[in-house]
């Protein structure tokens, strides 16, 4: 159980489109969903926690117009890199985390290659 | 503050057994987590402990935790070369429950 998918696996896009990336929790209902960026070789940065329909909350550094994250079930959240450049290339993560499992625990889509040419 | 260390690169013989390690500050963690990543792929919740237990066994992994001096660490029996990725200690603050923070990640490399 507590599988989380993400749509596309990887995309390339030309710069400044928009590119929408979708993260599904296919078995529970995730009341809290967190999007990350990793760059090579580093750590996850947060971005991002959406709550199943409320607005997100932003990390201090990530631009909000920029990155655009809905949470409008309990089973999507979507995030909308706007105005793509090639230094939004990068790897992003999503994460579930539902009531029916223990508390604080976080189950991880496979992530989302973005290359922007 | 909130940090998580670990050492950054590991290798180990395949058979052998493999220690990572990672220190925490924040001493009201509740939960602590080691998290596989293949080359390319997502993350992979391998195991966790909460914060007033001292050691946790999974089959081959064996986790400790040492509250007093912040030192979480996994051990990795008869390491194999399916073992070869990177692990993530995470810890979550009691304060923050919803927010894990993450060590740089430990990239082990097993040989034959």
């Known amino acids: 159980g507590a599988v989380v998918s993400q749509h596309p696996s990887r995309v390339i896009c030309k710069s400044g489109t928009s590119v929408k990336i979708e993260c599904r929790s296919l078995d529970f209902q995730a009341t809290t969903m967190f999007w990350y960026r990793q760059f090579p070789k580093q750590s996850l940065m947060l971005m991002a926690t959406s709550n199943e329909g409320s607005k997100a909350t932003y990390e201090q550094g990530v631009e909000k117009d920029k990155f655009l994250i809905n949470h409008a079930s309990l089973t999507l959240s979507t995030l909308t890199v706007t105005s793509a450049h090639p230094e939004d290339s990068s790897f992003y993560i999503c994460?579930?985390?539902?009531?029916?499992?223990?508390?604080?625990?976080?189950?991880f889509g496979p992530g989302t290659r973005l290359t922007v040419t | 503050g909130e940090d998580v260390e670990q050492s950054l690169f590991l290798s180990v013989r395949e058979g052998d057994s493999s220690v990572i390690n990672c220190t925490y500050t924040?001493?009201?963690?509740?939960?602590l987590y080691w998290y596989k990543q293949e080359p390319g792929a997502g993350l992979q919740l391998l195991t966790y402990i909460f914060s007033n237990m001292d050691m946790k066994q999974d089959q081959r992994l064996t986790v400790l935790l040492n509250k007093k001096d912040k030192h979480l660490s996994l051990r990795i029996a008869d390491t194999q070369t399916g073992d070869s990725a990177i692990y993530f200690c995470?810890?979550?603050?009691?304060?923050?429950?919803?927010?894990?923070?993450w060590g740089l990640g430990t990239s082990l490399a097993v040989n034959p």
């Open positions: 995470a810890e979550t603050p009691i304060r923050n429950n919803r927010k894990l923070i």
């Open positions: 994460s579930a985390r539902g009531t029916d499992y223990l508390g604080y625990e976080q189950y």
């Open positions: 924040d001493s009201s963690s509740t939960y």
